[in-house]
């Protein structure tokens, strides 16, 4: 059973992790840092990043060696991606 962040990302071979926002969620929350988010993930196999040049190029190398790449989130990466696609 998959309790936790750990667990979910085990068999990744590495993970970008960029900055996250709040959405909904009451303002006087504290916004959590990716650090902190990624605390208990293997740090060999994280990333932190932002959604720029950089970011794409790593996902291209990934990408051209044949390897799945899988981009989750909420907000903007959807749309990045698409962007970045249609312009490649």
Known sequence: ???TLKDIFHDANEIYWLPTYLTRENP???TLTPQ????????????FAELDDSLWQEITAAR????LV???GA?????WI??????N
């Open 36 to 47: 902190q988010l990624a605390k208990n993930i293997d740090k060999e196999k994280i990333h």
């Open 1 to 3: 059973m998959v309790n």
């Open 28 to 30: 006087d929350l504290p």
């Open 64 to 67: 051209n060696s044949g390897k």
């Open 70 to 72: 899988l981009c989750m």
């Open 75 to 79: 907000g903007t990466i959807d749309g």
């Open 82 to 87: 698409r962007e970045q696609l249609a312009k």
